[in-house]
């Protein structure tokens, strides 16, 4: 009985902690002074609470986002999709059976496939962005998370910050799923298809990995760094000019590199528009061969058939599956098309004087952020089939050329709108109205 009264008091105080007044709460960030890393307007953030956020009064560029538990929930969600990255690399992810023939797909398998076809580029791409990255950005978040919870002071706090930022867009275990799922479709008229223990893994593993990131927010966890070190009281209110592209920490007018991430400081990114257009020019000349030559080659009883993008879409939309052509087309033609239309715009609208619509052209650019990974559905669903169709004479299918060529687009078009420095439109935008 006293255990239940003390339980019962124990629930109160916490429904009180969580009823108590915003003012006597501690905030979970002060109010601090910030530069926007996307517009590079200056202004003030009011204290954040628990379970709040922020984003820039002008461009409405995300700031932060404090989760409720700010220590607890990355750390829990990070274990968790650790566990889940073993789980879906440990058992099969697909089971298939074609004319009494059985084969079974791992996700090492698929790789291994690839690096049998002398395809090792696109098994390298494979490895990285669907597991090595994710669990470099996963080990980070725990590394991160355990120090600051405990107050350790472990070696290369900031550069592991760093690296976390600089390694969450090049994730796609989600592409990889949608790619598995998109190759179920494709094959379900040809043969038997289950899912294996894997899938179940591999797609709470994207899931969980989306709300890692969510829940990992890099301004708090910058600051925590600071508090740490301790930094907070300079962090409060320094009169200082340039925001670091990274982390988005406010550094003095005269620092190289950032105080808080260690990343190189720059008031704009030098040579952006160049390095961008270089980067877009080579994604676009690779973007023919991507098109002209064949993703993939199937072969059948001494007959191969090579199809190349479009021939597939084609083959795809004849036989009746409509929604994975249009996913097919969107994903290959329509997306990369859009992102060499849309960082073109961008690179013109940096180095053009007179015009308008800077909050335009910044929607733009994290559209095309936003797009860039999904073209890779194309690629895995090509590894899918490599890994999944190899029986001899009855069906084996072969990466084309175009399936190197089209991820080298993919990742050029990634790494040119990560190179493009989007304060430039409001540097434009602000010479227009003087
Ligand atoms: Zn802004
Ligand atoms: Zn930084």
């Not at 058992?91 to 298939?96: G, I, V, Y």
């Amino acid at each position: 009985m006293f255990e239940i009264t003390k339980m019962i008091r124990r629930f109160i105080t916490k429904l009180n902690a969580f009823a108590l007044p915003r003012d006597q709460q501690e905030p979970a960030l002060p109010g601090h002074e910030f530069r926007c890393a996307q517009c590079d307007l200056l202004q003030k953030m009011d204290a954040i609470y628990a379970g709040q956020g922020a984003s820039c009064a002008r461009c409405g560029h995300h700031l932060c986002s404090v989760p409720l538990n700010p220590f607890d929930t990355p750390l829990a969600y990070a274990l968790a999709t650790l566990i889940l990255l073993v789980l879906s690399c440990a058992f099969p992810l697909l089971n298939l059976r074609i004319a009494g023939v059985e084969s079974q797909m791992t996700f090492l398998s698929s790789a291994k496939s690839l690096v049998d076809a002398d395809f090792g580029i696109v098994a390298n791409v494979l490895l990285s962005c669907v597991l090595l990255i994710p669990a470099l950005f996963l080990c980070a978040v725990i590394y991160l998370a355990v120090a600051l919870k405990w107050s350790l002071h472990w070696p290369g706090l900031r550069s592991v910050l760093r690296l976390a930022i600089r390694l969450e867009p090049w994730m796609m275990a989600d592409v990889f799923v949608i790619g598995i799922l998109v190759s179920l479709i494709k094959l379900a008229m040809l043969a038997q298809i289950s899912f294996g223990l894997s899938f179940w893994a591999m797609l709470l593993f994207a899931i969980s990995l989306i709300k890692t990131v969510t829940v990992f927010d890099v301004h708090w966890f910058g600051f925590q760094l600071d508090h740490l070190a301790g930094l907070p009281a300079r962090h409060l209110r320094m009169n200082g000019a340039k925001s670091c592209t990274v982390c988005g920490f406010f550094n003095a007018r005269q620092a190289h590199q950032c105080e808080r991430c260690h990343a190189r400081l720059h008031s704009r990114r030098p040579h952006s528009v160049s390095i961008t257009w270089a980067l877009l020019l080579t994604a676009m000349l690779l973007y023919l061969p991507a098109n002209l030559y064949p993703m993939m080659i199937t072969e059948s009883w001494g007959e191969s058939t090579p199809s190349t993008i479009l021939e597939g879409v084609l083959l795809l939309w004849r036989m009746g599956s409509y929604p994975v052509a249009i996913i097919i087309f969107v994903a290959s033609v329509v997306v990369p098309l859009v992102k060499f239309i849309s960082i073109t715009v961008l690179c013109i609208a940096a180095r053009s004087k007179s015009k308008q619509g800077a909050l335009h052209y910044t929607r733009l650019y994290r559209m095309t952020e936003l797009i860039g990974r999904w073209s890779m559905v194309d690629v895995f669903v090509v590894v899918i089939l490599v890994a999944l169709i190899h029986m001899g004479k009855i069906m084996s299918v072969l990466p084309g050329v175009a399936a190197v060529s089209f991820a080298g687009v993919v990742v050029l078009t990634m790494l040119a709108a990560l190179s493009f420095d989007v304060r430039l439109i409001w540097d434009a935008d602000q010479r227009a109205e003087k």
